[in-house]
């Protein structure tokens, strides 16, 4: 299995399927001794000397990078704007008419925001679960469905032409000369204007300084730091695609978001057996899978259209649905009764699912493919009732949904339990980072209950990250970088 560990595989994040283990910061290869060994690590099904019945639920969700401000940004400004200037400054670039200030400030506004949704890797990425769970000792069938979301965040920076002509008549269109004034006093004029200046002579404009002082003062006006290297060349960027004769106008920029969506649901039989007198555990997971795939593009300027997007996915002719099959293999070695180690490989064979198409951008990828994921772990029982596990990925995954994301994470968990009678509780505490991640700092914490009551069981567990961005479009809230809770009832009994 070890072998199935390619340096970088096409899939998605590791789901922490199971309230329990999402507790635990996703620590389950070598902890899990229930139901959810078919999933988890079908090795335990080796030691189970027991019969049941779970029903877990959960979601985890994730904004890269700085996701949550850029398009938070982008958001405020258009929702800041009068009925209809924005498609009155689209309509005056498109005909090659002069901006008034206002528009030249609109135009610069939205320019330095949407660059943002541009870097690779950041984006919002998440999936939900629901299964039925059932083991006989060694035996399982399981029935899990997977849904993965994401949605991808893209700039284009071909169309950001805020004037149909070109030259020094694109010039004196973008920034009319004749309204153009002196705006800073000599000798403190942000390091911009000299940039915007010497661009605008070499397209021979009717008044280079004042022009290039009343693009940088519009620049501010509308918000923008133009002391900041990224904010500068972002504006020397649109002055430059307006002059020059190559690029497209704004009205036709197809900055925004791919919406990408992968539903598996999976009807699995699972089987472990035990090896040198019960200390080795292998065990396999077959599985029918059917995945259905949802794909739409969101331009910028309508990114409040949510009911809509709801609408769409509900629309069997914007999905693809794939059958195919799959197998999943675990190894469980247990030197003594307190130590255990544990492997896992899913989706050993790569199923493919194709990937609807959108009528709106009809290029790009045609299928999601799931490369195998392999993950370690190891578990200590500290004491009978206590028990600290780690877990890692082996691989690293590609996200297919997500262009430049990746995640390889490693859990760490605890679970403290305090049996009264027929009756008992379970603590549960724990961390992941996903240490593929460009900062290292997106560190989420998690913890959980479980209530034991006779056989039954109840487990909760909720997580998060302290890394939080503020949206003002909600409310001005702090929100988490990463967020995860889960649910689980279950019926278990001895033989």
Do not use: C
Request: hydrophobic share 45%; proline share 4%; no cysteine.
């Amino acid at each position: 299995m070890a072998g199935l560990a390619p340096a970088l595989a096409r899939s998605e994040e590791w789901g922490f399927v199971g309230a329990r283990y999402q507790g635990m910061g996703g620590a389950g290869v070598a902890v899990v001794d229930d139901e959810h060994a078919a999933y988890w690590n079908p090795g335990a099904l080796a030691f189970t000397k027991s019969y049941g019945v779970a029903v877990p639920v959960g979601a985890q969700a994730a904004a890269t990078g700085s996701t949550l401000a850029d398009i938070d940004r982008v958001a405020r400004f258009l929702d800041g704007l009068a009925t209809g200037e924005f498609d009155q400054l689209l309509a005056d670039a498109q005909a090659g008419n002069t901006l008034s200030s206002s528009q030249l400030a609109t135009a610069v506004g939205i320019a330095v925001r949407l660059p943002g949704l541009g870097e690779s890797g950041e984006g919002l990425v998440g999936n939900v679960n629901a299964s039925l769970l059932l083991r006989y000792g060694r035996f399982a069938v399981s029935g899990v469905g997977l849904a993965y979301f994401a949605a991808d965040p893209v700039f284009d920076r071909d169309n950001l032409s805020f004037s149909s002509l070109n030259g020094a008549n694109a010039a004196d269109a973008l920034v009319d000369p004749t309204t153009a004034m002196d705006r800073f006093a000599p000798g403190s004029e942000p390091g911009l204007v000299a940039r915007l200046e010497a661009l605008f002579v070499q397209a021979a404009s009717t008044s280079p300084n004042l022009q290039a002082e009343e693009l940088v003062f519009q620049a501010q006006q509308a918000g923008a730091n133009v002391d900041d290297p990224g904010v500068a060349d972002n504006i020397l960027a649109l002055a430059n695609a307006t002059i020059g004769s190559t690029a497209g106008t704004f009205d036709a920029n197809q900055s925004g978001a791919f919406v990408r969506g992968l539903a598996v649901e999976e009807i699995g039989f699972g089987y472990g057996h035990a090896f040198l007198g019960e200390r080795v555990g292998i065990g396999g997971n077959v599985k029918y899978m059917v995945g259905t795939t949802f794909n739409r593009f969101v331009r910028y300027d309508d990114v409040n259209s949510g009911s809509d997007l709801i609408s769409d996915i509900g629309d069997a002719r914007r999905r693809e649905t794939t059958q195919t099959g799959s197998l999943d293999l675990g190894l469980l070695v247990k030197p003594w009764e307190w130590l255990r180690f544990g492997l896992t490989a899913r989706n050993v064979t790569g199923p493919e699912f194709d990937l609807a198409r959108d009528p709106a951008g009809p290029g790009g990828k045609s299928k999601i493919v799931l490369d195998p994921q392999v993950r370690v772990g190891a578990a200590l029982w500290i004491l009978p009732n206590w028990v600290l596990a780690i877990d890692a990925d082996l691989t690293t995954n590609e996200s297919e949904l997500l262009d430049g994301f990746e995640s390889r994470f490693v859990s760490v968990g605890t679970e403290f339990k305090i049996p009264i009678w027929k009756i008992g509780l379970a603590l549960r505490g724990g961390t992941y980072l996903n240490t593929a991640a460009d900062e290292l700092d997106e560190i989420a914490l998690t913890g959980g209950l479980g209530v034991h009551v006779f056989d039954f069981n109840l487990d909760v567990a909720v997580g998060g990250s302290p890394k939080t961005e503020r949206v003002e479009a909600a409310n001005d809230r702090k929100i988490p970088s990463r967020l995860n809770f889960s649910a689980m009832l279950s019926f278990r009994h001895d033989f």
